[in-house]
Structures are given as structure tokens and as C-alpha cells.
């Protein structure tokens, strides 16, 4: 079965940083494109970053220089290193995967997600 576990939200200030992980099972990931999405109260779910299996990466604008996505595929694990936190960054924030390579960058195209979890940046 597979299955997709997200860690490492909280409460953290302004300026801040956090590290989410994502852990992976179940399935044949080292060949899969990973993501990280985002969705805030009252609003979409919205692209945050992905990383293809051959690790080449794509970011959301509003994170670009910010964000860091990366992967052990060791571990099954997959990381976003979020620094210069917002306000603005606070959401619920979800892992998914799909098998293929390439750079996906809409929710729909993702056939796997974590649980979620949340970010809260206070100013």
C-alpha cells in the first residue's frame, strides 16, 4: 500500500525557517516525481515546489530563493527546507507523488498525497 507521511510543521516567527519531511512507502519512488503543495484557509490548494527523479527542480515564484526541495532516495524521504518564512506562508502544507519524470505543477496531476502538515508564520 503505499503511503505518504508528512512531518515537521509548527509555529515559527517571521524571518524563520522549518524543515518538512515527507516519507515514502509502498511504492517504486525513486522513480517518481515528488511535490510539495500548499493550502491555506479559504483558498486552493497551490503549487509550492516539485522534484523530478532525475532531482532537477521547479519552484512557485512566491517561494523561489526562499524554498528548497531535495530527496534521499535512501531514506524515501523527501525534505523541503523553508527559510525567510512569511506571514503569507501559512498553510497546511501536503507531499504528493506520481510516477513519471518531468516537472508537474497542478494538483491534479499528482495521484499520491501526504496527510498534511501545518505552517504557521506569525508576523
Known amino acids: 500500500q503505499v503511503q505518504l507521511v508528512d512531518s515537521g510543521g509548527g509555529l515559527v516567527q517571521a524571518g524563520g525557517s522549518l524543515r518538512l519531511s515527507c516519507v515514502t512507502s509502498g511504492g517504486a519512488f525513486s522513480s517518481a516525481s515528488m511535490a510539495w503543495f500548499r493550502q491555506a484557509p479559504g483558498k486552493e490548494r497551490e503549487f509550492v515546489a516539485t522534484?523530478?527523479?532525475?532531482?532537477?527542480?521547479y519552484y512557485a515564484n512566491s517561494v523561489k530563493g526562499r524554498f528548497t526541495i531535495s530527496r534521499d532516495v535512501a531514506k524515501n524521504t523527501v525534505y523541503l527546507q523553508m527559510n525567510s518564512l512569511k506571514p503569507e506562508d501559512t498553510a497546511v502544507y501536503y507531499c504528493a507523488a506520481r510516477y513519471g519524470s518531468g516537472h508537474y505543477v497542478t494538483a491534479g496531476s499528482y495521484n499520491y498525497w501526504g496527510q498534511g502538515t501545518q505552517v504557521t508564520v506569525s508576523s
Open positions: 522534484i523530478a527523479w532525475t532531482s532537477g527542480t
